[in-house]
T-cell receptor, first 109, second 114 residues
């Protein structure tokens, strides 16, 4: 059983559409990170959320941390082909980082 | 920001041989580093936590004799895949935690065992 349930697994959308990726758990995390990974490279940190209810924006990306610090979402507005990649949520459990299954996003032009 | 350098980026080895992958923290000291394995189009699976000056802590199901980890200094951890077989072929990624920048990942190593 995955500690962090991430959905959807795959998403193929047209340029300009909006999308939301969800990350849910029954556990409480001290912090939650969102990463983007390109093929053949390591994950790159997009954002870290720490406080329950926190909302952070990074250009067209909006990240939300649930009030109970058990879930998070990533919303992309007006997706572009450059947003294509693997999106990963990860929760800090003590010293370790636990990853969700990932969401493969493909934005078609 | 914190930078983690991982080498080599790609390696092809013959079945039965051993391969060493290096992970260095370039501008900070890392008492703890992490090693992950990733299969195509899948997420990262934590293999082990590398502790400077002590034994690594392996996750359940990871063979410690197959995947040897050495963390001899505050800036270097190595993962050696011993007696590699084709099923060990994968993308291996290291990570280190820096106090201000959080977790930083290396660029990964694509291992192909033929």
């Amino acid at each position: 059983t995955q500690l962090l349930e991430q959905s959807p697994q795959f998403l193929s959308i047209q340029e300009g559409e909006n999308l939301t990726v969800y990350c849910n758990s029954s556990s409480v995390f001290s912090s939650l990170q969102w990463y983007r990974q390109e093929p053949g490279e390591g994950p790159v940190l997009l954002v870290t959320v720490v406080t329950g209810g926190e909302v952070k924006k990074l250009k067209r990306l909006t990240f939300q941390f649930g009030d109970a610090r058990k879930d998070s979402s990533l919303h992309i507005t007006a997706a572009q082909p450059g947003d294509t990649g693997l999106y990963l949520c990860a929760g800090a459990k003590g010293n370790k980082l636990v990853f969700g299954a990932g969401t493969i996003l493909r934005v078609k032009s | 920001g914190a930078v983690v350098s991982q080498h080599p980026s790609r390696v092809i080895c013959k079945s039965g041989t051993s391969v060493k992958i290096e992970c260095r923290s370039l501008d900070f000291q890392a008492t703890t580093m992490f090693w992950y394995r990733q299969f195509p189009k899948q997420s990262l699976m934590l293999m082990a936590t590398s502790n400077e000056g002590s034994k690594a802590t392996y996750e359940q199901g990871v063979e410690k004799d197959k995947f040897l980890i050495n963390h001899a200094s505050l800036t270097l951890s190595t993962l050696t895949v011993t007696s590699a077989h084709p099923e060990d072929s994968s993308f291996y990624i290291c990570s280190a935690r820096e106090r201000f920048y959080g977790y930083t990942f290396g660029s990964g190593t694509r291992l192909t065992v033929v």
